[in-house]
């Protein structure tokens, strides 16, 4: 079987790349979207810029060098494109880092042109090594709860570290005039450089899509969950869960003295006081009107949920003056769903209300 075209296989990857890296600095001008997009063109443009390079014949120590910097800083530019993506500072120390070691690993070593193929086998090295870094970099800082197309970014940047590995090997044990440094990695992009650009492209989307999923469960003014949300909760719940219905004392008089925009700045308030009151792992709902609904999941007993009512009573609400009133109930072992805690917890409230206001009832 004869082996694949090594000039034809390193034009087509820098043609792909060149094409990725316009569309990228395209879309940046086009949507903006911060750092992300233009981060992720230019990485693609040095690296054809760097295949451009490496065409040219007796390059000399000076330019070669910069080549393998090169190659080294497409990693480098995922990574900030990444960290840029995600909100955090785009650039650290190691990951400047990178692309300079890339180079030196060469330079250390091919001084002479008798030891110029042991620096591109140390630049290779150091490439594997490099490429496995940022890898795990990206599976380890979003994990399994990361967006398909993050995770699926992960796996393709690890699936390059196998064709530096191969290659050093073949470079290491066969000597029959075939640059396989350079021909293995080539091989690799053929079958990962498309896709890994592809998942580049599909996390604006992806996540815009998630937001969009996200804003229908939930309430617009205040961020607690709608009563679609309720739902996604109630599928989620696993064990017997405790439900506080609340709502604010005289609120319709509050509307009707003072206006819409005074009862909806106190039930932002509300909101803002119960999620910081209410423990890690529960779930506030806003069920309509001035009525909330604080789910606990796995509440432990009647008297804990009394609890904490008593203490949403006391902390959630911050506006001097306004009370709020709660009726609080638990959910049974036997029962589907949330709906019979529900409505004993809203005759509770009732309760609460008939027995004078700003109180409990559970």
């Given at each position: 079987?004869?082996?694949?075209?090594?000039?034809?296989?390193h034009l087509c990857?820098?043609?792909?790349?060149?094409?990725?890296?316009?569309?990228?600095?395209?879309?940046?001008?086009?949507?903006?979207?911060?750092?992300?997009?233009?981060?992720?063109?230019?990485?693609?443009?040095?690296?054809?810029?760097?295949?451009?390079?490496?065409?040219?014949?007796?390059?000399?120590?000076?330019?070669?060098?910069?080549?393998?910097?090169?190659?080294?800083?497409?990693?480098?530019?995922?990574?900030?494109?990444?960290?840029?993506?995600?909100?955090?500072?785009?650039?650290?120390?190691?990951?400047?880092?990178?692309?300079?070691?890339?180079?030196?690993?060469?330079?250390?070593?091919?001084?002479?042109?008798?030891?110029?193929?042991?620096?591109?086998?140390?630049?290779?090295?150091?490439?594997?090594?490099?490429?496995?870094?940022?890898?795990?970099?990206?599976?380890?800082?979003?994990?399994?709860?990361?967006?398909?197309?993050?995770?699926?970014?992960?796996?393709?940047?690890?699936?390059?570290?196998?064709?530096?590995?191969?290659?050093?090997?073949?470079?290491?044990?066969?000597?029959?005039?075939?640059?396989?440094?350079?021909?293995?990695?080539?091989?690799?992009?053929?079958?990962?450089?498309?896709?890994?650009?592809?998942?580049?492209?599909?996390?604006?989307?992806?996540?815009?899509?998630?937001?969009?999923?996200e804003a229908a469960?939930?309430?617009?003014?205040?961020?607690?969950?709608?009563?679609?949300?309720?739902?996604?909760?109630?599928?989620?719940?696993?064990?017997?869960?405790?439900?506080?219905?609340?709502?604010?004392?005289?609120?319709?008089?509050?509307?009707?003295?003072?206006?819409?925009?005074?009862?909806?700045?106190?039930?932002?308030?509300?909101?803002?006081?119960?999620?910081?009151?209410?423990?890690?792992?529960?779930?506030?709902?806003?069920?309509?009107?001035?009525?909330?609904?604080?789910?606990?999941?796995?509440?432990?007993?009647?008297?804990?949920?009394?609890?904490?009512?008593?203490?949403?009573?006391?902390l959630a609400m911050?506006?001097?003056?306004?009370?709020?009133?709660?009726?609080?109930?638990?959910?049974?072992?036997?029962?589907?769903?949330?709906?019979?805690?529900?409505?004993?917890?809203?005759?509770?409230?009732?309760?609460?209300?008939?027995?004078?206001?700003?109180?409990?009832?559970?």
């Amino acid at each position: 079987m004869p082996l694949p075209d090594a000039p034809t296989i390193h034009l087509c990857t820098l043609l792909a790349s060149a094409a990725f890296g316009a569309m990228f600095v395209a879309l940046w001008l086009i949507r903006g979207r911060g750092a992300y997009y233009l981060l992720c063109g230019a990485g693609a443009l040095i690296y054809a810029a760097t295949l451009t390079g490496l065409l040219i014949p007796d390059r000399g120590l000076l330019l070669s060098t910069l080549l393998f910097i090169g190659l080294g800083a497409y990693n480098s530019f995922l990574l900030a494109a990444v960290r840029a993506f995600e909100g955090k500072r785009v650039m650290d120390g190691w990951i400047v880092a990178l692309p300079i070691l890339s180079g030196a690993a060469f330079g250390m070593f091919a001084f002479s042109p008798e030891t110029v193929s042991m620096g591109q086998t140390a630049n290779s090295v150091f490439l594997g090594f490099s490429t496995l870094a940022v890898g795990l970099v990206l599976v380890r800082t979003r994990g399994s709860r990361a967006p398909r197309s993050r995770r699926l970014l992960a796996i393709f940047q690890l699936a390059y570290v196998p064709a530096y590995v191969i290659s050093v090997m073949l470079a290491l044990s066969i000597d029959v005039g075939i640059d396989w440094l350079a021909l293995v990695p080539l091989l690799s992009d053929q079958l990962l450089l498309g896709v890994l650009n592809i998942a580049l492209l599909a996390m604006p989307g992806e996540q815009a899509e998630a937001a969009l999923s996200e804003a229908a469960l939930k309430d617009p003014l205040t961020g607690a969950w709608n009563r679609a949300g309720l739902a996604t909760i109630e599928k989620a719940l696993r064990e017997p869960a405790g439900v506080i219905v609340f709502d604010v004392d005289h609120f319709k008089e509050i509307n009707d003295r003072h206006g819409h925009a005074a009862g909806d700045a106190i039930l932002i308030a509300l909101v803002a006081g119960a999620k910081a009151t209410l423990p890690p792992g529960s779930h506030l709902v806003r069920l309509g009107g001035d009525e909330f609904a604080a789910v606990l999941p796995g509440l432990p007993d009647i008297e804990t949920g009394r609890e904490m009512a008593e203490r949403l009573r006391k902390l959630a609400m911050p506006q001097p003056g306004c009370t709020i009133s709660l009726g609080m109930a638990r959910s049974e072992r036997s029962e589907i769903g949330l709906a019979n805690a529900l409505s004993r917890a809203d005759d509770r409230l009732y309760q609460a209300k008939s027995a004078g206001r700003n109180r409990v009832a559970a």
